[in-house]
């Protein structure tokens, strides 16, 4: 049953690192993907963080420079931009990636949900600011007047995913939901698309193959996020 996103007023996109593996940038876990590489709680936890916060800044240091160095948005993500531009209903984009690629290609109203890899945070106000260098256990931030360590803004196993109150308000009134490049292992994001049939959404699956969670979807496209998403999204196909 074919599926045609201009034909609804209401729709959530939620990208994950599939979307950005054509750009260059590793996902998590497929053959060769970073968790093959790196043991997530040591780099990606607040205990991890607590008990080797360089190892922690390394990995997050080596991630920054390759994004900022090589990282390019790929069609998929000009496609979405383009056709969140002309839709005339509401759409909002929500990325578990941390990289700035959807930006980069005009998307707006980009929600991070898992932060964002170009920002930093003080561990003590909390309050994030932009990030294009190197971190160390030396950097300290500039808004306390006792300066405390910087962390990089990335949402860590355990922690809360950011801007939860406004994804679950969009995913109550959608009407189509459409999961890109994602392998829905991963919640609360793996969940969204019970959310949006709760809604009474129509909900498709973008996909390099199917993920954990893809008999939840009315419609599954399979192949590249560069080939599926403009096909998909492109004006009237
Ligand atoms: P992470 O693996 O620490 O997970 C962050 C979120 O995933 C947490 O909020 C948690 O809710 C959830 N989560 C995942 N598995 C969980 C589990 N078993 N139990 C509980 N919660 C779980 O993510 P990270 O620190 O963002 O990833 C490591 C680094 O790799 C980041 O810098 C990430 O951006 C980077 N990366 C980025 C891209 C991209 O931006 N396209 C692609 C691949 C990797
Ligand atoms: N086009 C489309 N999909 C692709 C492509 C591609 N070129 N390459 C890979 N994929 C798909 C894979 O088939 C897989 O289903 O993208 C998905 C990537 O899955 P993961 O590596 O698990 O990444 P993601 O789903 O974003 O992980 C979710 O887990 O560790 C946390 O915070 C981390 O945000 C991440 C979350």
Redesign the pocket.
């Known amino acids: 049953m074919p599926i045609n996103p201009h034909e609804f007023q209401s729709i959530v996109v939620l990208t994950?690192?599939?979307?950005s593996?054509?750009s260059g940038i590793a996902?998590?876990?497929?053959s060769g993907?970073l968790?093959e590489q790196h043991r997530?709680e040591e780099v990606?936890s607040p205990a991890g963080f607590r008990r080797d916060p360089e190892l922690v800044h390394r990995f997050y240091n080596l991630r920054r420079r390759q994004l900022i160095a090589e990282a390019r948005p790929n069609p998929?993500h000009a496609a979405l931009a383009r056709f969140q531009r002309d839709f005339p209903g509401e759409l909002l984009l929500v990325t578990?990636?941390?990289d700035h690629l959807h930006e980069e290609a005009g998307a707006t109203r980009v929600v991070h949900m898992?932060g964002e890899l170009l920002k930093q945070r003080c561990t003590r106000s909390g309050q994030v600011s932009d990030c294009r260098e190197d971190l160390s256990t030396g950097s300290l931030c500039r808004c306390c007047q006792t300066p405390a360590p910087l962390r990089p803004h990335i949402?860590w196993f355990g922690e809360t995913p950011l801007e939860m109150e406004l994804i679950d308000r969009a995913l109550a009134s959608c009407d189509l939901f459409v999961a890109?490049?994602?392998?829905?292992?991963?919640y609360p994001?793996a969940g969204f698309v019970d959310a949006a049939r709760a809604a009474g959404a129509k909900t498709v699956a973008?996909?390099?193959?199917p993920?954990a969670n893809s008999h939840c979807f009315d419609l599954q496209e399979l192949?590249?996020?560069?080939e599926?998403v403009p096909a998909f999204f492109t004006p009237n196909a």
Do not use: K, M, Y
Not at 180 to 186: A, E, L, P, R
Not at 206 to 209: F, G, K, S, T
Not at 223 to 226: D, E, I, V
């Open positions: 994950g690192a599939g979307v593996a054509e996902t998590f876990r497929d993907g968790w997530v990606a998929a578990q990636n941390v898992h949402v890109i490049g994602t392998s829905g292992h991963v994001a973008l996909n390099l193959e993920s192949g590249p996020a560069s599926v």
